[in-house]
């Protein structure tokens, strides 16, 4: 079975529906977790609630990490919370045990394509929200083997990037047309940009908003490692929402998939992405109001560190503050001359 994020959302939400005690079942933003952005109506309590946190691309498998939100409402007196924080922790406790122990068709069949981790911290909260509820936050981690293979990715021909001959001689504005290329070249992505966070929502081309899935690169650190470059980015992909969120499930799986497909790409060629990039959801941001992932990637390119081809001119040696300084003065006059 192919397993992808959409998938195992529903995997939780079945979780959720089988469970005798829980009435309703979310998955979002924290924002949206006491209105059911679909039916737009208060839930029905006891409620699970997933919110997507980190998925880190490791060697071999990802990791997705989810809360798992399990409230109840707490009554005017206060006087349910100890049942309340007894009885959530209860739920917390089998669902974690249900998403473990699915060994088999008729027990869920999960732990067939990934397995969560132990040691998951349970964290409790109390008369949190609009609605007045308290509980325990279940903070898992699914662990699911992964192949990064170059034959189903599903970029067109176009997608080509440095050979190992050329790799040596790629400076960063080559590098930034190579991750353009890859977007142009990925079938469901339809506009690239570059620049700061703040110009995600507007082509500053064509002072339009732009077209929809987005991938869009920021700079970050630049690291002069021994014998190599060290790149680091965020790449941004975005996905509009639609104005009753009935594409939200949708476009996190569908953005987290280009993710993978750009982390794969680059980590099978000379760039050699690196191993445990985290990518990371957002929700119900920006301008436009969109969701989606920004991947924290880093890429290294071999270099060497050769002084013979310097455009350096020959050091005139032991020049004292002074001399230097007549000599930057003489260079501002030619300037002044052009």
């Known amino acids: ?197 703040t110009e995600l929502t507007v082509d500053l081309n064509t002072k339009l908003s732009p077209v929809y899935p987005k991938v869009y690169a920021i700079p970050q650190d630049t690291i002069l490692d021994q014998n190599q470059l060290t790149y680091n980015f965020q790449i941004i992909v975005a996905d509009r929402l639609n104005e009753d969120y009935s594409n939200q499930r949708d476009l996190m799986n569908d953005t987290l998939e280009i993710c993978k497909d750009l982390f794969t790409k680059l980590y099978l060629s000379e760039y050699q992405s690196q191993w445990n990039a985290s990518v990371e959801p957002f929700l119900e941001r920006f301008d436009d109001i969109l969701a989606g992932w920004t991947m924290n990637i880093t890429l290294t390119q071999p270099f060497d560190y050769n002084r013979c081809v310097l455009p350096e001119q020959p050091f005139a040696g032991n020049k004292k503050w002074y001399e230097l300084a007549e000599l930057w003065n003489e260079i501002n006059k030619k300037w002044k001359k052009i």
């Open 1 to 197: 079975m192919l397993v992808n994020y959409k998938t195992i959302i529903q995997d939780l939400s079945g979780i959720s529906y089988y469970h005798p005690q829980i009435n309703s079942f979310g998955f979002g933003d924290i924002t949206q977790i006491t209105a059911d952005v679909e039916t737009k109506l208060s839930p029905v309590y006891p409620k699970a609630y997933v919110v997507p946190s980190t998925v880190n691309l490791a060697q071999n498998r990802l990791l997705y990490n989810f809360s798992v939100i399990i409230m109840d409402r707490v009554n005017e007196k206060t006087d349910n919370l100890e049942d309340i924080m007894s009885d959530t922790l209860e739920i917390a406790k089998d669902f974690f045990t249900v998403l473990y122990q699915s060994y088999a068709q008729q027990y869920g069949g999960f732990s067939v394509d990934y397995t969560p981790l132990w040691g998951p911290n349970v964290t409790p909260f109390l008369e949190r929200f609009e609605d007045i509820v308290a509980g325990w936050t279940l903070n898992i981690q699914i662990e699911q083997p992964f192949d990064y293979n170059q034959c189903v990715l599903p970029f067109t021909s176009g997608a080509t990037l440095p050979t190992p001959q050329e790799i040596f001689y790629v400076n960063y504005k080559q590098l930034l047309g190579d991750i353009q290329n890859l977007a142009n070249n990925h079938p469901q992505v339809n506009s690239y940009g570059y620049g700061d966070l």
